[in-house]
């Protein structure tokens, strides 16, 4: 299956510029998460690769052709998003039909499997249902269809605890019992740190991260100690935070550490989690400089 | 791919007819239950449901032909399928459509006219190309029309309704008056005399007319090609970048 990349992609409405000059990669069978606060362009991203709107301008690659709009991969793209494209007023059981139909394939199986786990019935009409069954409805769609790209827009939006869990685990299941590539938008960050494999984060119209879960950590940083100690410490590294609560100062880095620099003694350096990681990057007025 | 979406569409009308026919006929029993004790010519009647379903089935494939647009095309979308099979599909689907339901009712409806004392040969095939033809060139703007809107999307159809509108309205209250006067001989050219004729002599006489094949084959084919040509350029970076802008 071939990648599918961006290149300089802009996004504008009127003279508002939602994406600006996103340069990506989405490789096959691999779980992305696409992080960013609201209103940053991952819908508008996730609608663009799948061809349900256009960039104003740049280029998308499906391996190494350049697409023009009309010769989109439709059928090896799926996108599940908070838009309905499904008629409200037909059965579950219809809309399930119908997408076997048209997509050639489908994973009933699983379907009734999380039909029945989640307690929806196929005979109920898609508008009788609330803000979160629609959604498990859509995700359940979703990793059904025998895609190689899904594109998850916010799949837990109105889910409570529980079937958040539930639905990782059935994520998780499909791409176990078929690999392909996800790539799933939230702000449910903490929860899905467990899920996916590589990291996108969109600040500010750009894609400000783009890297492995693993590095992502790894370059995430708390150093706290005395300021002067701190300080010398974090020159020259990239500083996303600072805090000051009393005598002790606190840096949040996002770099590789120096190895040939010595950690002072009264210096504590401590790994952060993606949520936190996120938190830092993305804050307004912080020193966010990737 | 065809195929699938052909079903697909295929499956959404005729429901779509089942449910008016059930409606329709649901009523009308309804209807001779109420008027069983005033006495109730059942022959009559019968063949009357079937005349009146005849016209509620083509009414309803025009109303599809502007309801079968956004919906399904953001359906196959969704599912990958291109956007000229979902267009080619709309058409074949829709036309064949209309001339199965039109070739089941009409011979049966036509009775009618023993009834209902109507001394025309309704089986003459000046009516029935004349009907079918009435019936395509409706479809044929309701896919138009459907097919305009759904390209600009959101709310810019209000907008554009309403400028179509004035437009129209302008051109011709102002514009036709003046074209008329400057040009008088279009009129007479144009003129058919009907006198006495009945009405399969008056299609006649009108069929005899190389200007109504002109502008009826144009009224039905101009507006598909507008059609394909929108639902081409639906959702595609040449077109919908500039449009969009009015829909925001």
């Known amino acids: 299956m071939p990648n599918l990349q961006t290149t300089q992609l802009i996004k504008q409405f009127g003279n508002q510029i939602v994406l600006d000059d996103i340069n990506l990669t989405l490789k096959p069978n691999t779980i992305y998460g696409l992080l960013g606060r609201n209103g940053v362009g991952k819908s508008t991203l996730l609608s663009i690769l799948a061809n349900h709107q256009t960039a104003s301008l740049g280029e998308i690659k499906w391996g190494d052709t350049v697409l023009t709009g009309r010769d989109h991969p439709l059928q090896a793209i799926y996108l599940m998003s908070e838009i309905n494209l499904f008629n409200k007023d037909d059965k579950l059981k219809t809309i399930t039909k119908n997408t076997a139909l048209l997509q050639g394939s489908f994973d009933h199986e699983l379907a009734e499997e999380m039909l029945t786990a989640f307690d929806l019935s196929p005979k109920k009409k898609l508008n009788q249902l609330s803000t979160g069954y629609r959604t498990i409805f859509k995700t359940i769609v979703a990793l059904c269809v025998p895609a190689e790209y899904v594109f998850l827009d916010e799949p837990v939006l109105g889910l409570d605890a529980n079937y958040r869990s539930l639905l990782y685990r059935y994520i998780l299941q499909a791409y176990e019992s078929r690999p392909r590539t996800f790539v799933v938008a939230t702000h449910i960050i903490e929860e899905i740190a467990t899920l996916v494999e590589h990291v996108l984060v969109l600040n500010d119209t750009q894609l400000i991260v783009d890297d492995d879960l693993e590095n992502v950590l790894a370059k995430s940083y708390r150093v706290s100690g005395p300021e002067e100690l701190v300080r010398k410490y974090c020159t020259d590294l990239n500083i996303l935070d600072s805090q000051q609560m009393g005598t002790l100062y606190t840096v949040y880095l996002y770099d590789t550490l120096p190895t040939e620099r010595i950690i002072p003694d009264r210096l504590t350096i401590e790994h952060i989690d993606l949520q936190e990681t996120f938190i830092k990057l993305t804050n307004k007025g912080s020193e966010a400089h990737v | ?248």
């Not at chain 2, 979902?86 to 199965?100: G, K, N, P, R």
């Not at chain 2, 001394?119 to 459907?146: C, E, M, R, Y």
């Not at chain 2, 959702?235 to 802008?245: A, G, M, P």
């Open chain 2, 1 to 248: 791919m065809f195929n699938a979406m052909m079903r697909y569409r295929l499956t959404a009308i005729w429901k779509t007819l089942a449910m008016v026919a059930v409606g329709f006929f649901g009523g009308m029993v309804v209807v001779a239950l109420i008027f069983i004790k005033k006495g109730i010519d059942f022959g009559n009647f019968g063949l009357t449901i079937v005349t009146g379903f005849l016209f509620l089935s083509q009414i309803t494939l025009i109303v599809q032909s502007f309801t079968t647009t956004r919906k399904a095309f953001n359906f196959a979308i969704l599912n990958g399928i291109p956007r000229k099979i979902s267009f080619l599909t709309q058409l074949v689907s829709l036309f064949s459509s209309q001339l199965v339901t039109f070739a089941i009712l009409y011979p049966i409806a036509i009775h009618n006219q023993i009834f209902a004392g109507i001394k025309i040969n309704l089986l003459d095939p000046h009516i029935t190309v004349a009907f079918i033809l009435v019936v395509w060139t409706f479809i044929a703007q309701g896919l138009a029309i459907s097919s305009f809107i759904t390209l600009f999307e959101r709310k810019a159809w209000v907008f554009l309704f309403a400028a179509w509108l004035i437009i129209a309205t302008v051109y011709e209250r102002y514009i036709t008056p003046i074209i008329t006067r400057m040009l008088p001989d279009w009129t007479d050219y144009f003129f058919v005399n009907f006198e006495q004729a009945n009405v399969v002599s008056a299609i006649k006489i009108t069929f005899d007319q190389p200007n109504f094949w002109i502008s009826t084959l144009t009224s039905i084919v101009a507006p598909l090609i507008i059609a394909g040509i929108c639902q081409h350029f639906m959702q595609t970076r040449r077109i919908t970048f500039r449009l969009k802008k009015f829909a925001r």
